[in-house]
């Protein structure tokens, strides 16, 4: 199993990023996806959701109506568009997924600026 996140960077407070993860090496299509964040001092915690073909997704409260979540199974990639970025939304973003074992990727790092 590999997962790789990339789309990371800087932004100003308000602006917008997309995430993508580019997954491999299990069905992609039979498997729920998530992406995960951890601020610098702090745990890793749950951002977003999704259900193996979309029908279903899930949001942290923080992100509700900034993030959303969605898949594109012919290319193995789950994305994240963030927007109305803020500085609390600063951290290392990582996608998940369980297969038997949890796998994680090695993160993306978003920074945003006040």
């Known amino acids: 199993v590999r997962l790789v996140e990339f789309g990371g960077g800087l932004v100003q407070s308000g602006g917008s990023l997309r995430l993508s993860c580019a997954a491999s090496?299990?069905?992609?299509?039979?498997?729920?996806m998530s992406w995960h964040r951890q601020a610098p001092g702090k745990e890793r915690e749950p951002v977003a959701f999704?259900?193996?073909?979309?029908?279903?997704?899930n949001y942290a409260e923080f992100v509700k109506g900034r993030f959303r979540i969605s898949r594109d199974n012919a290319k193995n990639t789950v994305y994240l568009q963030m927007n109305s970025l803020q500085p609390q939304d600063t951290g290392v973003y990582y996608c998940?997924?369980?297969?038997?074992?949890?796998?994680w990727g090695k993160g993306t790092l978003v920074t945003v600026s006040s």
């Open positions: 090496g299990f069905p992609f299509s039979m498997y729920p």
């Open positions: 999704i259900s193996e073909f979309g029908g279903s997704t």
């Open positions: 998940k997924v369980t297969s038997g074992s949890e796998y």
